[in-house]
């Protein structure tokens, strides 16, 4: 599996990164990934590039990955070429206006890319009281609500168990389960 995960600074890809590597580890799988933009300025472009299996590369290579996981809209669209034809396009879609767009649609209908758009922020806003610190564990609650290979409920939760800081244990399981409600919406 090749993963390019692509928001902004501060939206918790670093931890996202870790639970899938420790997904992916706790399977007996090999890991590599790289950040290719840093995280040193909060809110600045963040991609991290990530794959499971035999491979020699970190990076994902235009057109090879499987998943695009974007916690932010903009960042997504602008990373879709990593996309491979028939790949999975994950994204906090805050403008649902931007994906009327024809040649947008068009894009994503000649690549056969399977598009899941969640209201993130409105979500975390109705039951987490606009924590967005969650918005990380909500999208791979849509990854595995889907049921996209690799991110088995129970793996992600015991992910989660083994890396979440105890005092947020029970709110990433509790928005990890509503990512998975987002997934059949």
Known sequence: MQLI??????QGILFTSRVLGQMAID???????????????????????????????????RGQADILMAFDQTEGLRNLFYLKKGGVFLVNAGDEAVFQNTSLQKFLADRSIR?????????????????????????????AGL?????EKESVVQALRELAPPKHLESNLKVFDLGMTAARN
Not at 5 to 10: E, H, K, L, N, V
Not at 35 to 40: D, L, P, Q
Not at 50 to 57: P, R
Not at 147 to 151: P, R, S, T, Y
């Open 147 to 151: 049921g996209l290979e690799g991110f």
């Open 27 to 61: 399977r007996g799988r090999t890991v590599i990934g790289s950040e290719v933009h840093g995280m040193a300025q909060r809110g600045g472009s963040v991609i991290s590039h990530f794959k499971v299996g035999d491979y020699k590369s970190s990076l994902v290579r």
């Open 115 to 143: 598009t899941c758009r969640f209201a993130g922020h409105e979500i975390l806003n109705q039951h987490m009281g606009g924590n967005y610190l969650f918005l990380n564990v909500l999208i791979l609650g849509t990854a």
């Open 5 to 10: 995960i692509a928001g902004i600074g501060g």
